[in-house]
C-alpha cells in the first residue's frame, strides 16, 4: 500500500516533467497554477476561476484523532498572495477538508460565488457561507468565457470505504433544511464528501477536465481534451487511469492529489505516502499518448494551443 518513493520524495526526481512559463512571459492563452492538493487556478484574459483550493494544510494528527479544525488564516493569506485579483467563481468538486475547508473565507476576501453540490453547499452555509450555486450531474454554468459542466463522479476509497462519506451534511439524518442550525462543522469527520463531482470547463476554444480522483465504476465522458487533471491519491484512482485516458484522449495528462496535505505549502512538494508515481507513469506510457506533465506550487503554466 506505501509506496517507497512517497516517503520524503519531492519533484526533483521527475524535473523533466515539471513544465512552467519561463519569466516575463506574456500571457495570451490559459494559465494554469498548481495551489496543492487538488487546487488550481485557472486564469484568461483577466478572468479566473478556482477549483478546490486550500492552503490550511491541517496536520494529520488533527485529523486521525478528531481534533478540532479551522482554516489557517495566515496560511490563507499567504496562499491568496498568488491568486489573480478577481476571481470569477470557485468550483469544489466535494465536501471534504482538504477541498472545501478554506472556501468559505476565501470566498469573503473576494466576493466570489461557490458552485459545488448542494451537501457541499450547505456545509459551506454551516460555515458561514451566506449563498451558493448547488450543482448536479448534468448541469451548465457559463460565467464570462467560462462554460462548465458538471459531470458525475465517485470518490476513491480509503482502507476500503470512502473517508467521511455521507450524503447529507449531518450525520444524525436531520433534514437538509436544518443544517443551518447545526452549527458550523468543526472536526474533519464534519466535513463529508457528499455528492462528488466533476468539471468540464471550456475556455479559448480548450477543454480542461479536471477531477479529485474516482473509482473504476465511474469513467469520465467519451470525449477528446486539451487538458486532464486526474487526481491520483489512492489505489482506485490509479486503477481507472488507464480507461480514463482511453476515453479523454488528453494532449496533456497531469495527475493530482499527489502530495502530502498535511505539510505546509512552504516545506515544499513531497508525494503522499499512499501515492505511486511511477505506476501512474507507466500506465500513461503504455496507454496514451499524452504527454504527461508536472506542476509545481504557484508557478504557472500556460496550456498551449493546438
Known sequence: MFSAQAFGAGLGSYADLVVSDPPATRHNGVRVTYLGTNGYQFEFKGHALLVDPYFSRVDLLSVAFGSRIQPDISRIADGMRH??????????????????????????????????????IDLAKRAGVSSGDAVAAGDVRRIGPW??????????????????????????????????????????????CGEPLTFLIE??????????????????????????????????????????????????????????FFRPLNLGFQFGPLTDFPRVQRDCAQASRSRLILLDYFRPWTLPRR
Open 203 to 260: 475556455i479559448n476554444g480548450q477543454r480542461i477536465y479536471i477531477d479529485s480522483g474516482g473509482t473504476p465504476t465511474q469513467l469520465p465522458p467519451n470525449e477528446s481534451v486539451d487538458l486532464a487533471i486526474l487526481g491520483m491519491a489512492l489505489p482506485d484512482s490509479r486503477a481507472r487511469l488507464p480507461a480514463a485516458l482511453d476515453r479523454l484522449q488528453p494532449r496533456y495528462v497531469l495527475p493530482s492529489h499527489q502530495d502530502n
Open 83 to 120: 491568486l489573480a485579483p478577481k476571481l470569477d467563481a470557485i468550483l469544489v468538486t466535494h465536501g471534504h477538508f482538504d477541498h472545501l475547508l478554506d472556501a468559505p473565507i476565501i470566498m469573503s476576501k473576494t466576493h466570489t460565488r461557490l458552485i459545488a453540490s448542494r451537501s457541499s
Open 147 to 192: 462554460k462548465i459542466r458538471v459531470l458525475p463522479a465517485t470518490h476513491d476509497r480509503l482502507f476500503g470505504k470512502v473517508p467521511f462519506d455521507g450524503r447529507e451534511p449531518l450525520r444524525a439524518g436531520l433534514p437538509a433544511e436544518a443544517s443551518a442550525k447545526a452549527g458550523p462543522p468543526q472536526r474533519a469527520s464534519d466535513w463529508i
